[in-house]
């Protein structure tokens, strides 16, 4: 049923599960599930029937009596129906009703005990289930959970991105964090992985954005929360979009390919990876002489017992970086970053010579 997700072709579009972030009442699911299949977008439906919430006293889902609803949606618009789990009953009841696909949630994959029983209660059994990635940037929980699926048997495991929680981050409801999907990507190049716009954005307007990016970096494909009265939704009411909506925000989505057979960008392409090849190389000489000079630097302070970090030096050297960064068009942001991984390395090397 899932077939055009997990045998996905090179020219395959992308595919978009949707429906409402809550479950809420029979009339709302199916009247929502079908508009959403009149858009001819989407390719399967979700509704979320437990909520985990932060804090007590908020919506936390209609819990098992709203399965038979999406049962209902299906049979209606002959499309397959997701949910997400967090506990071995909840497996259990999503099977008696004949939930076509699972996935575990961002606060679940951070917590291997759950993901273990969820494991177990789905040895033997062949269903679809997707991975959320943890609330926090942690790439090695994530890839436990996918084992942990895996190792129970589970031939058809997945990734959802949903972005990561940043302290003082402003623009995004989770940070989308993007190497890390990406690097994901690297490691699990054959297990598909969809980008969940939705959470990471936190409200409507930057879905669209959102979307597109995890598209030009081939995800592939995309959930999107949906709901037929979205300002009246009961749980993350700014983060859905009517049905309509969403079928407009899809047909606007360029969609692209990861290669093509065209000679003349084939040929071009080498030629810039070429010169790119030399530019890091050239970058790594650099590098390697610039961390040379430091260890000279660590060792005339060891000889007259100077502290390595030295607070004003750092400052300068970053300001100044932010100033001729910006002339070339880095962002402020990208020279910090660099800036602060060579600043370690430095350290680390005058602190090897210190311990000499």
Known sequence: MFRDLFNRQPNDK???????????????????????????????LRAGIWKPRTKPGGFEGVGAKGLPWLKKASELTGL????????????????????????????????????????????????????KNPTHAELELWMGAVERLQGVGLKQVGLIHRGFASYGNTDFRNAPM?????????RLPHLPILN??????????????????????????????????????????KQQITPEVLGQLIHDLVWRHESTDKKE??????????????????????LGRRMGIAEKIGQYKKENDITILQTARWNEVLERSQRQGAQVGLTAGFVEQYLAAVHLESITRQNRVMEE
């Open 80 to 131: 397959p129906v997701a949910v997400e789990v967090a506990t071995a009953k909840h497996v259990e009841d999503c099977l008696h009703f004949g939930v076509d696909l699972l996935w575990v949630g961002a606060r679940t994959t951070g917590n291997p005990f759950s993901v273990q029983e969820i494991a177990n209660s789905l040895r033997g059994v062949e269903i679809p289930v997707l991975v």
């Open 265 to 286: 960008f084939v040929t071009a392409l080498a030629s810039l990876r070429e010169q790119i090849n030399q530019l890091d190389a050239e970058v790594m000489q650099l």
């Open 196 to 237: 969940d716009p939705s959470h990471i954005c936190g409200r409507r307007d930057t879905l669209f954005a959102v979307a597109q990016q995890a598209l030009n970096l081939d995800f592939d494909g995309t959930m999107i929360e949906s709901h037929r009265d979205p300002d009246n939704a009961w749980s993350d009411a």
């Open 178 to 186: 993007w190497h890390l999907p990406i690097e994901m990507k690297r």
């Open 14 to 44: 992308p595919f978009l599960i949707s429906g409402p972030c809550s479950a809420e009442t029979e009339d709302q699911v199916l009247d929502t599930c079908q508009r959403l299949a009149a858009t001819g977008k989407v390719q399967a």
